[in-house]
């Protein structure tokens, strides 16, 4: 007989419990050893990015499968809301999505039903061939699926900032991210996440996700504002990733060994 597993709690169940905010950070290199290494940092999320690097399916499966033995919940963000590309992200055994630029309830709700089989919505099925039901050795799958699938959507233009406490009260959606780089962009401010203009719009998210019953994150990779967010409430911070930690760990010995050249100014995301 085969062996019948248990699915491991989602990140909507791992926020529901938290007693305190969850960190993490992001891993953009596409390297599963990477990924591993991360994973056992001991920070609470690894966001796997699909949209802003250099990965595809096999790469994003291998990387889940790397860091399934840590206790670090993984999400996966996708590169745009398709419910192609969403159905793809699950079947391979991504139990929680991550969609960008949602701007409007519209487009939240079809991202609900883009992660939740028929009657609630429109998932492919094909669970018996694919690694989210472990090829139907978790019990009772397709019945439970919307149970064992989180979904984030991001909250990154001005758009979405004007609905965003509707975003935030759409059935199935389990918690929002607020992008500040591209949320700065849209405001006209390309660059500028930490003017004073756009960390009000974020906290401005906080309470809106907060009044609907919904978690907030945000991206901060600068610790004060990172500690800023978390005071105003944020329910999960993501304060780095793979790439940048080894852009300027990199640099920090070449400023040390060679002497510090005149170069651009390190950006935060």
Same mark, same amino acid.
């Given at each position: 007989m085969?062996? =019948? ?6 990140? +909507? ?9 969850l960190?993490? $950070? *992001?891993? !953009?290199?596409?390297?599963? #050893?990477?990924?591993?290494? !991360? ?10 990015d699909?949209?802003?690097? &250099? ?5 994003? @499966?291998?990387? #889940? ?18 419910a ?6 699950l079947d391979?055994?991504? =139990? %929680?999505? @991550?969609?960008? $630029? ?8 079809? $991202? ?8 609630l919505?429109?998932?492919g099925?094909?669970?018996?061939l694919?690694?989210?039901?472990? *090829?139907?050795?978790? &019990?009772?799958?397709?019945? /439970? ?38 949320l700065?962009?849209?405001?006209g401010?390309?660059?500028q996440? %930490?003017? &004073? ?21 945000? %991206?901060?990779?600068? +610790? +004060?504002?990172?500690? /800023? ?15 940048t930690?080894? +852009?300027?760990?990199?640099?920090? #010995?070449?400023? /040390?060994?060679i ?7 390190a950006?935060?995301y």
């Open positions: 085969p062996i =019948q597993l248990t699915p491991t709690p989602t990140f +909507a169940d791992r926020l529901g419990e938290a007693e305190r905010t960190y993490g $950070m *992001w891993s !953009c290199g596409g390297s599963p #050893l990477v990924a591993e290494i !991360c994973a056992g940092s001991g920070l609470d999320v690894l966001l796997i699909g949209e802003h690097s &250099p990965v595809g399916l096999e790469s994003i @499966l291998t990387q #889940l499968q790397a860091v399934a033995a840590y206790p670090v919940t993984p999400i996966v963000r996708a590169p745009i809301g398709d192609v590309i969403l159905k793809q992200l391979l055994g991504a =139990q %929680n999505i @991550l969609v960008p $630029m949602v701007d409007s309830v519209e487009q939240a709700e079809a $991202m609900v039903r883009a992660v939740r089989y028929p009657p919505g429109v998932r099925v094909g669970s018996a694919a690694r989210s039901s472990r *090829w139907s050795r978790i &019990p009772d799958y397709l019945a /439970r699926a919307h149970e064992l699938v989180s979904l984030t959507v991001q909250i990154e233009t001005a758009e979405a900032l004007a609905v965003a406490d509707e975003i935030a009260a759409v059935e199935g959606v389990d918690a929002l991210l607020v992008g500040p780089a591209d700065a962009a849209s405001l401010l390309l660059g996440q %930490n003017h &004073p203009d756009v960390v009000a719009a974020v906290e401005g998210v906080i309470r809106a996700g907060h009044a609907a019953g919904t978690p907030v994150g945000v %991206n901060a990779f600068d +610790a +004060a504002v990172a500690d /800023r967010y978390a005071e105003a409430g944020a329910d999960y911070l993501l304060v780095g990733s793979d790439v930690l080894l +852009a300027r760990a990199s640099e920090a #010995l070449t400023d /040390r060994f002497g510090t050249a005149a170069g651009p100014a950006a935060s």
